[in-house]
Every structure is written in C-alpha cells, then in structure tokens.
C-alpha cells in the first residue's frame, strides 16, 4: 500500500505560479513512477504530468509542456508540480497518482497504470 497527501491548491490569477506537494508513505517510493493528474467540473480526469521510477524522465501533457515542471525526491518520499503561467482552464481538482515501475512514455501517460491515489487538492485559476 502506498498512501498519497496533496498540498499546496488554492486560488491563484491567471499567469501566477503554485507548487504542489504529494506525500508519499508505505511502500518504497522509488520503485515507483509518479503523476499527476486534473479533473475539472464535468469532465474526465487527464494526464498533466508524471516521472518515471528509474531514471527520472519526465513526460507532460501537451496543454503544460513549458510551463509545469515535476520532480520527485525519493529520500524524502516527496512528489512536486511546479506550476507557472497558470491558465483558467487550469482549475481542476489535482491528483498526485504512483504506479508500480512504469518507465516508458505510453506507461507513464496511461491512467490505467497507477495504483494509489490521493485525496485531491484544488486548484482555481481566475481570469
């Protein structure tokens, strides 16, 4: 089992900055790759970020490339989203997501590959 706490949501204007935090516990962190996600209102749940387990690569959705940044910190069990330029179609509930050893692009991008998720944290963008 592995356990996920967001942090960090809120309410920022549009072109600010915030920065996520994901807690992990329980099992070991590393041998996971790590993302996250965003649902808003009435829609499905997507891809936004996510690194790999081993070898730290990094993969975005198209709509964040540029401006979301993830990083990960095994020691400390730590997932971070660094957001900047935000856009209103950026509010969304924020899910940080681990899945067991995914490695490659279509691995870490595929929803259908994490195991454990967290609770959610928001994010609203006003215009």
């Known amino acids: 089992q592995v356990q996920l706490v967001e942090s960090g949501g809120g309410l920022v204007a549009a072109g600010g900055s915030l920065r996520l935090s994901c807690a992990a516990s329980?099992?070991?962190?590393?041998?996971?790759?790590m993302g996250w996600f965003r649902q808003a209102p009435g829609k499905e749940r997507e891809f936004v970020g996510g690194?790999?387990?081993?070898?730290?690569?990094?993969y975005y959705g198209d709509s964040v490339k540029g401006r979301f940044t993830i990083s990960r910190d095994n020691p400390k069990d730590t997932l971070w989203l660094q957001m900047n330029n935000l856009k209103p179609d950026g509010t969304a509930v924020y899910f940080c997501?681990?899945?067991?050893?995914?490695?490659?692009?279509?691995?870490?991008?595929?929803?259908?590959?994490?195991?454990?998720w967290g609770q959610g944290t928001q994010v609203t963008v006003s215009s």
């Open positions: 690194i790999s387990w081993i070898g730290g690569f990094t």
């Open positions: 329980g099992r070991s962190f590393s041998s996971y790759a």
């Open positions: 997501a681990a899945g067991k050893e995914l490695y490659l692009d279509y691995e870490v991008q595929n929803i259908k590959g994490y195991d454990y």
